[in-house]
């Protein structure tokens, strides 16, 4: 008689529902630290950006003052890309908005946002006849920059113009349609409330924004060089 056959035995293969589980918890670990990790990336590689065209927008207002005998006036805060008369200088007040149209520079920051502008009238008044700037070397600003809003000393001081980049969160900064962001608070508060102060430190979770000032010596030993000041 033959013995009988034994057939082989066929182990169940794949993955059970626990394992599976386990798996897509483990991916979805992995996507969100990818991810973190991307965002963080980008907003670090935004920031280079914003500030080079901080750098640039300062070195640009200098040119202006070498060339006009002047700093610009900022343009009008509240009105969309598509007014005529949006980006270009109106001197009617000393804060506002960078005027873009009139320095030939980009509208917006990396994220898409205006650069917050304060100029003194003394720096930007038009220049009297006869003379080659609207400011003598005696002539001081009135902004200061602090390192939070209740230090009780300044970074700088009578100063003639300062720039702001809200930064990736944007609060207080005005965008194109000319409308405000809201949820500027403490020191970025500082940056969007039209006053004389401004706050430059270093960034965290409350606090995001980038800061530039036109240091007064600097651009006076300048215009003196071009034969702008005595």
Not at 46 to 66: M, P, S, V, Y
Not at 97 to 106: A, E, I, K, M, Y
Not at 167 to 177: D, H, I
Not at 199 to 227: C, E, H, N, Y
Request: hydrophobic fraction near 45%; charge should be negative.
């Amino acid at each position: 008689m033959k013995p009988p056959s034994s057939k082989p035995l066929h182990h169940k293969t794949g993955f059970t529902l626990v394992e599976l589980a386990i798996v897509l918890v483990i991916v979805a670990l992995l996507a969100s630290g990818l991810m973190v990790g991307i965002a963080a990336q980008r907003n670090a590689a935004e920031n280079i950006d914003a500030q080079r065209q901080l750098e640039n927008i300062r070195e640009t207002l200098t040119g202006f003052a070498l060339t006009h005998g002047r700093l610009p006036c900022p343009a009008l805060p509240n009105l969309a890309s598509s007014d005529a008369n949006a980006g270009v200088e109106n001197c009617a007040q000393p804060d506002g908005v960078l005027p873009w149209v009139t320095l030939g520079l980009p509208e917006v920051d990396p994220w898409g946002r205006r650069f917050t502008y304060y100029a003194h009238a003394n720096f930007t008044a038009a220049v009297p006849g006869g003379a080659l700037a609207s400011f003598t070397l005696d002539t001081l600003g009135n902004a200061n920059v602090k390192a939070s809003s209740g230090s009780s000393g300044n970074v700088a001081s009578d100063l003639p113009a300062v720039v702001v980049s809200h930064g990736s969160r944007g609060a207080g900064a005005w965008q194109s349609n000319g409308s405000q962001l809201p949820g500027a608070a403490g020191d970025e508060a500082e940056n969007a409330d039209a006053d004389l102060t401004f706050i430059s430190r270093t960034q965290d979770g409350a606090f995001d924004d980038l800061v530039t000032w036109i240091v007064p010596s600097i651009l006076k030993s300048k215009m003196v060089a071009a034969g702008r000041l005595p």
